[in-house]
């Protein structure tokens, strides 16, 4: 409760492994606070569609797993925040992953006012292979399916726009083993300095339930803390 007191906007930072659900919950926050999901690994793969110069320079890295360099992110996330629907709070997906991002970020959200609430997503890596082995997504509209925890009514077909459905290229074994490992070198250390920082961060097991309860679970953190 606010109190009819205006709140403070709210950068809701999804941290977490490959797979762990981050855009998954990313897009059920969004109907649940009308925050836009701001997902790093959507906007440059955009780029790469676009084969435009940041597309070019990137698209090696993404289909290895490797992360792409922190200035260009940064760059994009800056820019992203600047348009008027941030302006009540936004989630952010797969960002920061380096601690030089982590620290252009807090220097960004204090210039604007803006309070940061971190979700860690727990979730065992046998899981997140088994997810991300069986991920589809719609090219359309975005809709993430999986063949075995929510499959599409029609195999292959999304169900709201009837869309072919596609696997992403960096979904294959030996590229999400780089991933997840990329995310051990760079990224899960992060946490420790979220910690020393003085983040407000949660942990969320997102490895038993479905998606809308990991939701609900992440709504009540990010609105009272408990
Ligand atoms: P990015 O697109 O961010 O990929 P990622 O971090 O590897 O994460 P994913 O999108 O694979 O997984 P997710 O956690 O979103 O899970 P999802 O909800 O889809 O980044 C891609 C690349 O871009 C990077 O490798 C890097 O090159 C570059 N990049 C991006 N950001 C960068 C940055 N900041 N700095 C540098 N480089 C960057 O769920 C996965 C599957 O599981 C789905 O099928 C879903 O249906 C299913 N699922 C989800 N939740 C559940 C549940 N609770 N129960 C059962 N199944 C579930």
New binding site residues.
């Given amino acids: 409760m606010n109190n009819g007191q205006k709140r403070s906007p709210r950068a809701v930072v999804l941290f977490?492994?490959?797979?762990?659900?981050?855009?998954?919950?990313?897009k059920l926050l969004t109907e649940r606070t009308g925050f836009p999901q701001i997902?790093?690994?959507?906007m440059?793969?955009e780029h790469v569609q676009a084969g435009d110069e940041i597309g070019r320079e990137?698209a090696k890295?993404?289909h290895a797993?490797?992360?792409?360099?922190?200035e260009l992110?940064n760059a994009l996330v800056k820019q992203r925040v600047a348009r008027p629907d941030c302006r009540d709070g936004f989630i952010l997906?797969?960002?920061?992953?380096?601690q030089q991002?982590a620290e252009r970020l807090g220097v960004l959200l204090e210039g604007r006012g803006i309070d940061q609430v971190v979700i860690h997503?727990v979730v065992d890596y046998n899981k997140v292979i088994a997810?991300?082995s069986?991920?589809?997504q719609c090219p359309v509209c975005g809709t993430?399916?999986?063949v075995l925890?929510?499959p599409p009514k029609q195999a292959d077909v999304c169900d709201l726009d009837g869309a072919g459905l596609v696997i992403?290229e960096?979904?294959s074994e030996a590229v999400i083993r780089e991933?997840l490992e990329?995310y051990e070198r760079q990224t899960r250390p992060v946490l420790e300095y979220f910690h020393s920082a003085g983040r407000r961060l949660y942990e969320v097991d997102?490895?038993r339930?479905?998606?809308p309860v990991?939701c609900e679970r992440i709504y009540k953190l990010i609105e009272n803390g408990g």
């Fill in positions: 977490g492994p490959p797979g762990s659900g981050k855009g998954t919950q990313a997902s790093t690994g959507d440059l793969r990137v890295l993404m797993g490797s992360l792409v360099p922190d992110v997906d797969g960002y920061p992953r380096t991002q997503l997810r991300l069986g991920r589809r993430l399916y999986n925890s929510r992403r960096d979904d991933r990329e997102a490895g339930e479905v998606p990991v």
